[in-house]
């Protein structure tokens, strides 16, 4: 995610647990904060990550903010994608049961 100043992106963790996704500076630490998930959208843009000079960049639209996300590589975007965002894709979720996603290392 951007700093405040938007010149540098901070490593962050997460911890996916519907309708929020919790949000952490260190893996074991305590929490930062928390994005409701319950009236995001999500959405990739190419121009997105020209204007940011970043690959695999996603955006989550809540109603209160915006928050930006860069993975490691494009298999992990579309995998966080489709775990904040069922429909984004088009394939709705198998599962009932909440999610609980917490990565090995964060976005940047």
Not at 11 to 30: C, D, W
Request: proline fraction near 7%.
């Amino acid at each position: 995610m951007p700093d405040e100043s938007n010149k540098y992106w901070q490593k962050r963790y997460f911890e996916l647990r519907r309708p929020y996704m919790h949000v952490y500076s260190v893996p074991e630490g305590e929490q930062v904060m928390a994005i409701n998930l319950s009236n995001c959208r999500i959405d990739h843009q190419p121009q997105v990550q020209k204007i940011l000079r970043r690959v695999n960049v996603f955006a989550v639209y809540t109603p209160l903010n915006t928050y930006l996300f860069a993975a490691r590589n494009e298999r992990e975007m579309i995998e966080w994608i489709l775990k904040l965002d069922q429909f984004y894709f088009g394939t709705p979720s198998r599962s009932d049961t909440p999610d609980i996603v917490t990565p090995k290392a964060g976005f940047t």
